[in-house]
């Protein structure tokens, strides 16, 4: 077995014995699961559907941190705090397995090789965090709205595209600008023949400028 293929397995393996511990529902799209400030207390696991990590500032200003899908989890810092640092909204409808934070402890003292798997994936989400908050400080909006294209793009055959919807307020939440200026700029590359943007895709038409 190869290590990709270990770290799946563990994975999977931390999914089950947490769902087997935990109360499973449905969430429909724009429910908030939970919200920034509130008592942490338990962690939730992705079955289906699809989240996001938002961040409210000074002011008001909400920030979306990433996107989070079936397999993933969300609340595992309820171990190190009392508060949740986020607010967590379903943008299409999940199946979501909520645990609390005594079972957890209690799995984790039984098995230190899920404790360890739980330590990855939080190291991972810290480096995924750290390039958000590198690329907010040292790119211009434009530059940033390159970047979150780039990381969310799939293939179909011959057309590559971000998959939808995909508001533009949502847009704006990710890179940290006025919705005005990424309306502005979706138009302006829209007009040059770089993106077509429709209710369930932003199609890529060709490689977008370094500058705009």
């Known amino acids: 077995m190869d290590a990709g293929a270990a770290v799946t397995d563990q994975s999977d393996e931390f999914m089950r014995e947490l769902a087997r511990l935990g109360e499973t529902r449905t969430w429909d799209t724009g429910a908030t699961v939970v919200t920034q400030?509130?008592?942490?207390?338990?962690?939730?696991?992705?079955?289906?559907?699809?989240?996001r990590a938002v961040i409210t500032g000074e002011g008001g200003r909400v920030v979306e941190l990433n996107s989070l899908r079936a397999g993933?989890?969300?609340?595992?810092?309820?171990?190190?705090?009392?508060?949740?640092?986020?607010?967590?909204?379903?943008?299409?409808?999940?199946?979501?397995?909520?645990?609390?934070?005594?079972?957890?402890?209690?799995?984790?003292?039984?098995?230190?090789?899920?404790?360890?798997?739980?330590?990855?994936?939080?190291?991972?989400r810290v480096r995924v965090l750290a390039r958000t908050v590198a690329d907010l400080a040292s790119a211009d909006v434009y530059g940033r709205l390159v970047g979150l294209f780039d990381a969310l793009a799939v293939q179909d055959k011959a057309q590559r595209f971000v998959p939808g919807p995909m508001s533009q307020q949502r847009i704006a939440e990710r890179v940290g600008a006025s919705k005005a200026m990424v309306n502005r700029l979706l138009q302006d590359l829209e007009r040059g023949g770089y993106i077509e943007v429709t209710r369930e895709r932003i199609a890529l038409l060709k490689k977008l400028p370094p500058r705009w």
């Open 37 to 51: 400030g509130d008592p942490a207390d338990c962690m939730y696991l992705i079955h289906e559907g699809e989240l």
């Open 72 to 124: 993933e989890f969300f609340g595992e810092l309820m171990l190190s705090g009392e508060q949740r640092s986020a607010t967590v909204q379903v943008t299409a409808r999940a199946r979501l397995t909520r645990v609390t934070r005594a079972e957890v402890e209690r799995l984790l003292g039984a098995r230190p090789d899920l404790a360890f798997h739980l330590i990855q994936r939080l190291g991972q």
